[in-house]
């Protein structure tokens, strides 16, 4: 039977692990290319031969998504298949329509084929769209299971930009391995809270090799917590699946992919942010649950936030800094940063985008909505100089920092700042510790 030629529609990480799962050792399939999108500086690499396997000794191509109609045509591709996240109905299918029209089949690969069963029980977290408050449910559940004397792994949704052979596997436990690892912003704001909360996590390409060593772990392993990226299910097979909302959004987990499917599948639901949503996207968001998941177990909880210096904010002309991929595909409008300022007493939020730089320039003009918010963007080297610069070139009094870690840490701000911490706290009952009794017994 004539190998089926197979291009995977990316974005450095659900595409590899599909690649790795489905088609890596399959002699029914040959893989003529991977595309990538939404990070830059990703495009004209190869997905290396040494994670490849046998049946491609030159590894795999990878090339911009902009790309694929030809690509098709070109590589005489028969079937894309669409692998990263977070995209509304509508793109998704727009680009499923280029595919078939470029003569493809269009395929979306679902659980059965692509998850990976755990020699440990597992608990997976997810979420209907970036920015839900994944990573602090996260942690909620380690404290919970902590108390319980369970040792906990975490293995966090893949982030790999840099040197793919390097980042087969990675393992952190403290600040420094962050370094060793040479992170972006964007994976030390999902690495950090962890490590600073006292957990192992793992990550990196080969979600395989990643689940034997974290089950292996030599400070032991009962338990391995999933703990998802953007909107996407999860890489290995649940026996608890916890799935977070957001009613800052109401209707979106019901028009995003996969994030729909993270809701159909959950075994507990978590309401975030009730302290400070809208009363009618709360109800919104309750309808749609009770519509595709009735017999979900549904938690209320509030993202509550902690402001070291308050005193920078109040009656202060402020920066706010939120977290980058919230504000960039995650669409939203406010974090946790300018929440804090309005809740502390800014005098004003100041914009930053006639002040902006470089890469971050760039940014405010392929996501104009993010408005007056300032990303944290940090992909590279040359991303985390033009934030430092951005910060420095505002006209603002002080900077209220909303992102998951230390931001003066990594970059140089030159301006009185305060950092804004968030934790899940729930609000009456259920609480995470009555959805985690029976998995827990």
């Known amino acids: 039977m004539e190998q089926r030629k197979v291009i995977i529609i990316g974005a450095a990480g659900r595409d590899f692990h599909n690649f790795n799962t ?11 290319a991977f595309t990538a999108a939404q990070i830059p500086d990703i495009a004209d690499r190869k997905y290396p031969a040494s994670l ?34 977070d995209m509304p109905y509508s793109t998704v299918m727009g680009i499923g329509a280029l595919v078939n029209a470029a003569g ?26 970036t920015g839900c408050g994944k990573s602090q449910t996260a942690r909620r559940i380690t404290e919970v299971l902590n108390a319980k004397g369970l040792k906990v792994i ?58 034997r060593a974290a089950e292996n772990d030599e400070a032991g392993c009962d338990v391995i917590l999933w703990d998802g990226g953007n909107n996407d299910f999860s ?62 177990m549904v938690i ?26 919230t504000l960039t595909h995650g669409e939203m409008k406010l974090g946790a940063g300018t929440v804090a300022a309005r809740r502390f007493g800014a005098a ?34 040359q991303q985390m100089k033009d934030l430092s610069a951005t910060i420095d070139n505002t006209d603002c009094d002080s900077v209220v920092i909303g992102t998951p870690i230390d931001l003066s840490r990594i970059i140089q701000i030159n301006k009185p700042y305060t950092r804004v911490k968030y934790n899940l706290q729930e609000i009456g009952s259920p609480t995470i510790e009555d959805a985690l009794a029976p998995f827990t017994k």
Request: hydrophobic share 40%.
């Open 22 to 32: 489905v088609y890596r050792d399959n002699p029914a399939y040959k893989v003529v």
């Open 52 to 85: 490849a396997g046998s049946l491609y000794p030159e590894g795999i191509p990878i090339y911009e998504q902009d790309d694929l109609a030809s690509l098709i045509k070109v590589l005489d591709a028969d079937e894309c298949v669409f692998s990263y996240s």
């Open 104 to 129: 493809a089949d269009f395929t979306l690969l679902g659980p059965k084929a692509t998850m990976l069963k755990s020699t440990k029980p597992v608990i997976a977290v997810g979420a209907v769209r």
């Open 154 to 211: 975490a293995i966090r949704h893949p982030m790999p930009y840099g040197d793919l052979e390097a980042q087969k596997v990675q393992r952190f436990a403290t600040i420094e391995d962050l370094t060793l690892h040479q992170c972006t912003i964007e994976e030390m704001e999902e690495y950090e809270p962890h490590i600073a909360s006292g957990n192992i996590i793992y990550a990196g390409v080969d979600y395989e090799a990643i689940l």
């Open 235 to 296: 890489f290995y097979q649940p026996d608890l699946m916890v799935t977070v909302v957001d009613p800052h959004r109401p209707g979106h987990e019901l028009s995003y992919y996969p994030g729909e499917v993270t809701l159909r599948l959950a075994d507990v639901v978590v309401i975030n942010k009730i302290d400070s949503a809208d009363p009618a996207g709360i109800q919104a968001v309750r309808d749609n649950i009770e519509k595709v998941n009735p017999s979900a």
């Open 300 to 325: 209320d909880a509030a993202s509550t936030i902690i402001v070291d210096k308050p005193e920078v904010i109040s009656g202060k002309r402020v920066l706010v800094v939120e977290d980058g991929p």
């Open 348 to 381: 004003e939020l100041v914009d930053p985008r006639p002040y902006a730089v470089g890469k971050l320039a760039e940014t405010f003009e392929i996501y104009p909505e993010i408005g007056q918010l300032l990303p944290a963007m940090g992909y590279g080297e």
